[in-house]
Nanobody
Framework: QLQLVESGGALVRPGESLRLSCVAS????????VGWFRQALGKEREGVSC????????YYSDSVKGRFTISRDNAKNTVFLQMNDLKPEDTAVYYC????????????????????WGQGTQVTVSS
């Protein structure tokens, strides 16, 4: 059974940092490209970052560029999202997702590209 499990979400204050983890089980993650998405209450799910299977290309949305860093450790079957300088507008449930299809700048943030999703982890940024 293919499964992704996110962790690391928490309640933090503006300006603080968090690192989210996405661990795969039931399959070898290094065959897959992995994206991070988020969904705020009452809003559509949006793509924030993606890393290719070999970690040679990364993508970021404009809203997180310069503050978030995606990385992966294929030996641990894990992808990370380091989030710095968090803002209240970063509050959302964060999901990781995997795809065998190579992402492009136009598709990395499209939910239809990904076929395996985690259950999400809550990130709340509030003073």
């Amino acid at each position: 059974q293919l499964q992704l499990v996110e962790s690391g979400g928490a309640l933090v204050r503006p300006g603080e940092s968090l690192r989210l983890s996405c661990v795969a089980s039931g399959f070898t993650l290094d065959w897959y490209h992995v994206g991070w998405f988020r969904q705020a209450l009452g809003k559509e799910r949006e793509g924030v970052s993606c890393i290719t299977k070999n970690a040679d290309v990364t993508y970021y949305s404009d809203s997180v560029k310069g503050r978030f860093t995606i990385s992966r450790d294929n030996a641990k079957n894990t992808v990370f999202l380091q989030m710095n300088d968090l803002k209240p507008e970063d509050t959302a449930v964060y999901y990781c997702a995997a795809t065998p299809v190579s992402p492009t700048p136009r598709t990395y943030d499209s939910t239809w590209l990904y076929d395996t999703w985690g259950q999400g982890t809550q990130v709340t940024v509030s003073s």
